[in-house]
């Protein structure tokens, strides 16, 4: 079994700053993708930034330059440092994790998140 637990959300003015984390566990072979998503009200969830073994990594149009993403493979962590928010970038943003669990055998898996809320408001 895999959990993966997000935090570091909260409320936050225009032009601040928040840094999400995400904590992946269990019986984890190896990660393969680590993404944050957000999905705001009334909209569909979206793709932010995205991590790939290789060091591959690629932001959505909307928050290249503003956001970084990175992680920490020894810790099965990745992070989403978010710098110059907007008001639009308000909602629930969720990590994503993919690779191989090996009990057994092994197998596949991917996990979502519960969700942590990002409110940028003054």
């Known amino acids: 079994q895999v959990q993966v637990v997000e935090s570091g959300g909260g409320l936050v003015q225009p032009g601040g700053s928040l840094r999400l984390s995400c904590a992946a566990s269990g019986s984890i072979f190896s990660i393969n993708a680590m993404d944050w998503y957000r999905q705001a009200p009334g909209k569909e969830r979206e793709l932010v930034a995205s991590t790939a073994p290789g060091g591959i990594i690629n932001y959505a149009d909307s928050v290249k330059g503003r956001f970084t993403i990175s992680r920490d493979n020894a810790k099965s962590t990745v992070y989403l440092q978010m710098n110059s928010l907007k008001p639009e970038y308000t909602a629930i943003y969720y990590c994503?994790?993919?690779?191989?669990?090996?009990?057994?055998?092994?197998?596949?898996?991917?996990?979502w998140g519960q969700g942590t809320l990002v409110t940028v408001s003054s």
């Open positions: 994503h994790v993919s690779g191989l669990v090996h009990a057994t055998i092994f197998r596949s898996f991917e996990r």
